[in-house]
């Protein structure tokens, strides 16, 4: 495997899935709290940073421990640490260093840079860069304004490059990160989504044994996948719980629970409906809503893992970006999570945690659930938030509000679906308004409720735009909803992005 040593910059996950993207498992840590080197380590990659090395408060890691025993390569704060703290000098740019430029120069046969075509373009970001390097540093790349694109210490496998390999615009930087990954540190490209299922099971069934696990499935990606793999390490050990909130989308509940048992899962689907809506009585506040719903969710999930005698285990779809140390811009008490009091912790959250999908990257889920067969509907399926309907009903919550918004709901989405856009949005779903307006249907008046329709292309949901749906779409959707949807008569397209706005509405 490859580490990669976190100092905090915005593409270090993206470094992390160029290399697995080359069937090479790496795994990310901070700068303060790096691993030993084992054997299983076969090169270590320093990442950027958004920190300068001049800084009093510069995030420090003593190179020496990798340089000269594994192949080290720095990317740009990584890089100018190396040079700064290796003998060289690193100041500000005097000349803009962001986007594009092209390695006019570029080492005839140094094999970080094989099959790179001279002038290739790469990606450029820093305020800072290397002025000088040590005598047993060598230039083996440069751009027009930056003499010290790539530099080699001299005789040794550690390399610096003050560009970003990882990005796109870096046109040949997957080129060059191979070379440095299979040529340089010697990695076999043998971690493949059914490498990772085979050594996955196998772990697995030497971890649990004969032990039971309980599992909550919520119909997404995560836990589907996470219940296939525990199925295949231990069969019927494995139950499944899927709980009914009421405020799932219109007939999910029977459709998911009707293919997970054609999966073979050991299944059991608990209506507990009527448990959230009363916790919800009465609540408009959002926090509260989601607080409601949290707490029933856990006393429903408690009473059913209470009904497998002698559960050990709790499996959990939890994935790689949830585990992931961050650095901490402000030091360490930032990061301290707030723990529960361990005295008021339901029984399920005493048992021991296993979690399949710990490594994995959401696409890297996606197409482990692909190899294990699961149905392309569940791999498929938008982001929906846990406590569901209730955040897209503003305001309080009752059966008559959730029964329209299904309604309207499904159908903007099945319009999606059979106008083959539904895969190109990131997210959609339909929020119900506490506004009533006035309209008019044949020769009556109407005063009745808005729903609000919300799709957005995304790549994580941190930011989002809003789609550009054809209009001519739109205007099916509106017709089918007001036409359909007693209790509709007005229905608007959400035309905000995040930031400022949020993808949900509460
Ligand atoms: P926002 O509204 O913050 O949403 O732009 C970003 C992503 O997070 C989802 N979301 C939630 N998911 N519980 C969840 O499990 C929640 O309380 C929650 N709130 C928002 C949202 O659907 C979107 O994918």
């Not at 971690?191 to 309980?214: H, I, M, Q, R, Y």
């Amino acid at each position: 495997k490859i580490l990669i040593l976190d100092f905090g910059s915005q593409f270090t996950q993206l470094i992390a899935r160029r290399v697995r993207e080359l069937n090479i498992y790496c795994e990310i840590h901070p700068f303060n709290n790096f691993p030993a080197l084992d054997e299983s380590v076969k090169g270590v990659i320093l990442s950027g940073s958004p920190y300068s090395v001049r800084q009093e408060d510069a995030l420090h890691y003593d190179f020496k421990t990798v340089h000269g025993k594994l192949p080290l390569l720095g990317v740009c704060y990584g890089a100018q640490y190396m040079a700064h703290f290796g003998g060289g000098e690193v100041l500000p740019s005097s000349t803009r260093e962001y986007g594009r430029a092209n390695l006019h120069f570029i080492q005839d046969g140094n094999p970080l840079f094989k099959d790179v075509p001279s002038n290739s373009q790469v990606w450029m970001s820093h305020g800072d860069t290397i002025a000088r390097i040590a005598d047993e540093y060598e230039i083996i790349a440069s751009t027009d304004s930056v003499k010290v694109a790539a530099y080699q210490i001299k005789g040794t496998q550690t390399y610096g490059i003050q560009f970003h390999p990882e990005v796109t615009h870096s046109i040949d930087g997957k080129q060059l990160l191979q070379n440095f990954l299979v040529d340089i540190c010697g990695c076999q490209q043998d971690w493949t989504p059914d490498s990772f299922v085979e050594t996955t099971v196998a772990e697995l069934k030497e971890k649990l044994g004969d032990d039971k696990v309980v599992l909550g499935l919520s119909g997404g990606v995560d836990s589907s996948v996470a219940a296939v793999l525990l199925h295949q390490a231990i069969g019927k050990n494995l139950y499944c719980i899927f709980v009914d909130n009421g405020l799932l989308r219109k007939d999910e509940f029977e459709s998911v629970l009707e293919s997970y048992k054609h999966m073979g899962l050991n299944v059991k689907g608990v209506d507990a409906k009527q448990r959230f809506y009363d916790a919800l009585a009465g609540l408009s506040d959002p926090e509260k809503k989601r607080k409601a719903i949290g707490r029933v969710f856990i006393e429903v999930f408690d009473d059913e893992a209470h009904l497998v005698e002698d559960v050990k285990w709790l499996g959990q779809g939890t994935i790689y970006p949830d585990v992931i140390e961050s650095v901490s811009v402000k030091g360490p008490s930032a990061t301290i999570k707030s723990h529960h009091n361990v005295g008021g912790l339901p029984d399920f959250m005493k048992l021991k945690v296993v979690e399949p999908l710990n490594t994995l990257f959401k696409d890297e889920v996606r197409r482990v659930g692909k190899t294990l067969g699961i149905d392309p509907n569940i791999l498929g399926r938008h982001p929906f938030p846990g406590p569901g309907l209730a955040i897209r009903i503003l305001g309080e919550i009752t059966p008559e509000k959730v029964d329209i918004l299904q309604q309207a709901d499904a159908i903007f989405i099945n319009n999606l679906r059979a106008a083959g856009v539904y895969d190109k949005v990131w997210q959609a779903g339909t929020i119900y308004l506490p506004v009533q307006s006035v309209g008019v249907m044949g020769d009556e008046r109407t005063y009745e409720n808005v729903v609000c329709l919300r799709a957005v292309e995304s790549l994580d949901g941190m930011t989002a735009d809003w789609c550009h749906l054809p209009y001519d779409l739109l205007a099916k959707i509106s017709n089918d909803i007001i036409n359909n949807v007693k209790g509709i008569n007005r229905v608007v397209y959400d035309i905000s992005s995040k930031p400022p706005a949020t993808i949900e509405w509460e």
